[in-house]
């Protein structure tokens, strides 16, 4: 079908980049969050109410896979933290929304998504053979498969794209975003830290549990479970790998590839959006003879719109295939030192100087044979880890078997103990995939084997459940300690408000004699401390974001706050000084920051979308 490509110039980026992302901004949901049911499924689930067969689904977790497959380089390390099995039902429900818009994709759009896939594209041209030999061989998929999955990938990008055309950010929102990252203030603050007056403070029996019974839900601890497991850790394995000089060797010559390292150049430009404008530089700096190098660092800084003006234009040494065309001809043409006449990319105007240059070259044997070999033992131990691992868990028939086959292999059985979804499971560290097949046992069954491969951990393990917690709110006796400690907290910091009131009113009279907010808070007692400039989204020391204290991005210069209560103190402010955003500088920049904060709400607005839209379809699994 789509033989036309052999003739066709790389596209341009079109949806399908978009769809390539589109499935995790939708805020996916595990599948084992979807009810499951055991007994000898004749398909795969439901969707809307229709049967989904397991074909349907395989097809869509292929499609899902494949995508990763083109988006990860280390997809072999995560593929398992992607919940693949997840986003193939999403993928499969977003289709089926998909339909009922009536949404088609036509040839032509997968033609242009297919050639747009750097994947394909040799010497800038879409190469057929690299395409059919990357999705055979890499991919496990006919190019009819492949060009279906992308068609399917385009209908749900346009989807994506139907539901979210109204919504644009306002005028309003973009103004406040731009304040919000923009508006400085410089203040002034005195802190009354909570410690100060906690000390001697008692919390009764009656105190705790007034605060345990009006806060009850907050306690409330999540389904967990508790997982016996037998380890493999494929470290243990590598004092019984030998690797002699012959295989290392072979290692060497037949990926001969993997040593090779490109001609390499390193670069800094000055971007220019005015021809003109880079003409009138391009002059003064052919001029230069003297502090060349530095002076054209210093002139991209002044001029350059790419944001490598902070290093001086400088971009660092890259190869050929990683900038646009007509640039990468330039800067590999020059000679060290030397600049470009006037490049026009895409992207703007380019003015490049060539720092260095690096022949292409091929590591000898010797130096990186001891790399070679680590990679080789460590390869061979996860093998051997792996096979024994998978050995062990066939010779378990029943869960009684567990303790046996441990026994038999030398392994200690040990225990998580009880975990929640999304945290570090004890003596395993942050584990998905133990996680996903933990929570979907029945009390004392072995469940299949955890592969490091697949967990991008150093160990595989066979697992049985050995217990599972409902979620529930503990017993008060189990939270009395932290209720005590929030408790204390509390009743702290009041005392120091109303300590911080007192010593306010000082302040303030003060500050009307003349004196100033420092001087004014050593006659209370109070230590002033003053800030840098700092906008909304700062941090500041000993009061926290400056969200904290938001309000006084509105004050007058001398303007001095209430009693704030911080977490842990009470604190006054005054405005030192404010700095206004620059109009002019607004008026430039607020076109790209309403695309930004569109963007965002589109994101936003999917999400919940995507929560309606998981409701609407009721999707129930069925292994």
């Not at 032509?108 to 040799?122: D, K, N, T």
């Not at 697992?463 to 209720?483: N, Q, T, Y």
């Not at 907290?489 to 005392?495: D, E, R, S, V």
Request: charged share 35%; hydrophobic share 35%; glycine share 6%.
């Amino acid at each position: 079908m789509l033989r036309q490509l052999r003739n066709k110039e790389t596209a341009k980026k079109i949806l399908i980049g978009l769809a390539a992302v589109i499935i995790p901004a939708f805020v996916l949901w595990g599948a084992g969050s979807a009810t499951r049911q055991r007994r000898g499924p004749s398909f795969a689930g439901t969707i809307f109410g229709k049967k989904v067969s397991f074909d349907e689904y395989g097809q869509s977790w292929r499609a899902v896979k494949n995508e990763a497959l083109m988006k990860y380089d280390n997809f072999d390390e995560i593929y398992k933290e992607l919940d693949l099995e997840g986003e193939a039902w999403i993928r499969m429900i977003l289709l089926r929304e998909a339909e009922r818009y009536k949404i088609k994709a036509s040839d032509e759009e997968v033609r242009q998504a297919i050639g747009s896939l750097p994947f394909f594209v040799r010497n800038n041209r879409f190469d057929m053979m690299l395409y059919e030999q990357g999705i055979t061989n890499s991919l496990r998929v006919t190019p009819r498969e492949f060009e279906e999955d992308i068609r399917g990938s385009i209908k749900i990008a346009k989807l994506a794209n139907i539901v979210t055309e109204d919504i644009r950010a306002s005028q309003e929102e973009i103004l406040e975003s731009y304040k919000e990252e923009n508006e400085k203030i410089k203040i002034a603050y005195a802190l009354l830290p909570v410690e100060d007056f906690s000390q001697d403070i008692s919390v009764s029996e009656e105190d705790i549990e007034s605060y345990y019974n009006a806060n009850a839900e907050t306690f409330r601890l999540p389904e967990r479970v508790d997982v016996e497991f037998i380890e493999f850790k494929y470290g243990d394995y590598t004092g019984e790998i030998d690797i002699d000089e012959d295989e290392l060797l072979y290692y060497y010559e037949s990926r001969l590839e993997e040593f090779e390292h490109p001609e390499t150049v390193r670069a800094s430009h000055i971007l220019f959006e005015d021809e003109k404008k880079a003409k009138n530089v391009l002059k003064k700096l052919k001029k230069r003879r003297r502090r060349r190098k530095d002076y054209f660092a210093e002139t991209a800084e002044k001029y350059s719109k790419c944001p490598s003006k902070d290093r001086g234009g400088d971009l660092g040494y890259f190869e050929r295939g990683k900038m646009a065309p007509e640039f990468e001809e330039a800067a590999f043409a020059l000679e060290t030192g030397e600049i470009s006449e006037i490049i026009k990319t895409d992207f703007g105007y380019h003015i490049i100087m060539l720092e260095d240059k690096k022949e292409a070259y091929t590591d000898k044997f010797e130096d990186v044979k001891e790399s070679i070999k680590e990679g080789l033992l460590a390869e061979n131990a996860k093998n051997e880890a792996y096979d024994e691992a998978g050995l062990a868990l066939s010779s378990i028939e029943e869960a009684s078997d567990f303790e046996k086959t441990a026994g038999e292999y030398g392994k200690t059985i040990k225990r998580t103990g009880y975990f929640a979804r999304g945290g570090v499971i004890e003596g395993i560290g942050w584990n998905p995939e133990m996680e996903r097949v933990a929570f979907g046992l029945r009390p004392n069954e072995v469940g299949p084997l955890i592969s490091q491969r697949g967990a991008a951990s150093e160990a595989n393990y066979i697992i049985r459940l050995a217990g599972r917690k409902k979620p529930e709110i503990p017993p008060l006796e189990d939270v009395k300690e932290s209720i005590k400690t929030k408790v204390k907290q509390a009743k702290g910091l009041k005392i120091t408000a109303e300590k911080m009131r007192e010593k306010r009113e000082t302040v303030m009279e003060e500050v009307s004699s003349g004196l100033s907010f420092e001087e004014a808070a050593s006659e209370a007692g109070l230590e002033s401390k003053n800030t840098d400039y700092i906008t909304r989204m700062d941090y500041i020391k000993d009061i926290g974001p400056a969200s904290n204290i938001k309000e006084v991005f509105d004050y007058k210069p001398g303007d001095i706050s209430p009693v704030l209560k911080m977490p842990r103190a009470a604190c006054l402010v005054t405005l030192l000084d404010y700095i206004p955003i620059e109009e002019e500088k607004f008026l430039e920049e607020k076109e790209a920051m309403g695309g930004n904060l569109t963007e965002l709400k589109k994101r936003r607005f999917l999400s919940g979308w995507l929560d309606e839209l998981k409701s609407r379809a009721g999707l129930r699994v069925n292994f």
